[in-house]
Every structure is written in C-alpha cells, then in structure tokens.
C-alpha cells in the first residue's frame, strides 16, 4: 500500500493542476476586462453539469465534456460580456453585484434543473501505481489537459497574437488609438475566461459531488491565487496553485474534507498579511 504521503500529493497535484486554469481566466478578466467576476465559479459548476449530463448518456470522460463545456460557457461568457460587463463597466460596485446576482441565478436554475443532491461521475477504475499508488484517471486527464491549455495561453500572450490582449491590459487608450476593437476584445476575452472555468470544472467533477453551489469554493482559491502570484505571470499561477492543491489535499486526508478550505483561507490570510503585494514581489518585482 503507497504511503499516505504520496497519494496525497498525487492527488493535490491533479486538483491543483485544474484549479490552475481557473484562475488563470480569472487573471485574464482581471487584467485585461479589468473587472471582478463574482460569476467565474457558476462557470465552474456549469462545466461540472455539462459532464454529469454526458456521463449520464454514455459519455464518461472528462476530455469529451471539457470541450463542449468550454463552447457552452464561451457562448454565455460572450452574452455576458456584452450585455452586462462592458455597459457597465465604468461602475465598480454594479458589476460584482451584477455577476454576484448572475452566480445565484446560475445555482437556482441548476437546483430546479438537477436537484438539490449531490451527484456523482463514475470514470471507472483507477490505475495502481509502483508501491500500491492510485492513480486516478480522471487526475491524469484534468492535470495534462490543464497544463497543455496553460502551456498553450502563455505562448499566445509572449508572442504577436497575445499582442492586444497585452496591450489593452497595459493601456486602453493606445490599444484604441491603434484600431482596435477594444469591446470586442474585453468580451471575447471574458467568454474565453468563462471558457476556462468550465473546462476545468469539467475536467474536476469526478473528483467530488457535483451540486450547484460547489463552484463557490473554486472562485475564492482562483481569486487568493491571482491576488498572491499576480495577474502577469501564468507559471507562478501555476505553481502556487499547485501547492495549494497539495496543501488543500493533505488538510483533507489528515484532518478532514471540511477544514481543508478552512485552513487554505487561513493560510493565504497569513501570507497576504506579511506579504500584501503577493508573492511574485518577492522575486523582486515591483509594481
């Protein structure tokens, strides 16, 4: 039997590796929509439903449901984004409140849709390791999708196609006077975020129940890990959400499943409050 230790940090870097392309469609909304999605997380859950609804039919795996669950939130994300985030944008607290609302709206027509219980996907067997490890398939799935859809985002933004995207982020104003279609490009890049959070929503749901509230505590760990390692850099998203994966598992396996966002919060807490600028400063940036 693999020793407790290993299988926890097996199984926090699969979760992590999917958290990871949570919160770097966060760091996108935030750094180049410049907003505060309060609603990231009901499209967590949406691609969680998308494969639960697969599954369901026949369709067991969460390589098949996170693409289609990227389209479906790609197309709500759009919606969004251009009926509600860019008109009013220009107020701060209508927006949070608005996609707050929106969140709710999301979770209420999930319950009425599927029930109020929780349900399960079953993606078959796991596969067992040297010394007895499990290795769950749905892990192997979420954590090199998850990297390769990261892989893939941080070469668009170093290279030309990234080139508005980069630019909007650092000056509006100059993106426009150039010809850009910055509404165009804050709404296309608010459904691709959405895009994100469903896939790995779908990428994860076999990991847990699926019920309409359980993209809450994904939104809050995208939130901590963009306000500690910064909105710029997609390998420090990565890492830190990794460690939190880990840090998140281990508080389940040897304390229990409800303290492990407990002590993830309170660990954060303590870091912001030595270091409130986030982590990326101490290797010497500075903002």
């Given amino acids: 039997m693999a020793s407790p230790l290993s299988q926890v940090l097996l199984d926090g870097l699969f979760a992590g590796g999917a958290y990871a392309l949570m919160a770097a469609g966060m760091a996108l909304i935030l750094g180049v929509v410049k907003v505060i999605n309060l609603s990231h997380g009901a499209f967590f859950t949406l691609g969680a439903y998308v494969a639960y609804a697969l599954a369901a039919r026949g369709i067991g795996s969460p390589i098949a449901a996170a693409p289609l669950a990227a389209v479906i939130a790609f197309a709500f994300g759009i919606f969004l984004g251009k009926s509600f985030v860019n008109p009013v944008r220009s107020h701060p607290f209508a927006l949070p409140v608005g996609t707050l609302a929106c969140a709710l709206l999301f979770e209420q027509a999930a319950q009425l849709l599927w029930g109020p219980h929780p349900l399960s996907i079953e993606t078959g067997a796991p596969w067992i390791g040297p010394g007895g490890l ?33 630019l909007i982020a650092e000056d509006e104003e100059i993106a426009g006077s150039l010809g850009m279609d910055v509404e165009a490009i804050r709404y296309l890049t608010f459904g691709g975020a959405c895009a994100m959070a469903a896939a790995a929503g779908a990428l994860l749901s076999p990991s847990g129940a699926v019920t309409p509230t359980m993209g809450r505590a994904p939104l809050l760990l995208s939130l901590v890990v963009v306000i500690v390692a910064g909105m710029d850099s997609v390998e420090a998203i990565f890492l830190l959400s990794i460690g939190l994966g880990i840090f998140g598992n281990a508080c389940a396996w040897f304390l229990s499943p409800q303290w492990s966002y407990v002590a993830l919060l309170a660990a954060v807490c303590l870091l912001l409050s030595v270091r409130p600028a986030g982590i990326v400063v101490l290797a010497g940036r500075r903002d």
């Fill in 134 to 166: 499990v290795v769950r398939r749905w892990g192997v799935v979420a954590f090199l999708s998850s990297a390769a859809l990261l892989g893939g985002l941080k070469w668009v933004l170093s290279s030309r196609p990234g080139l508005p995207l980069r």
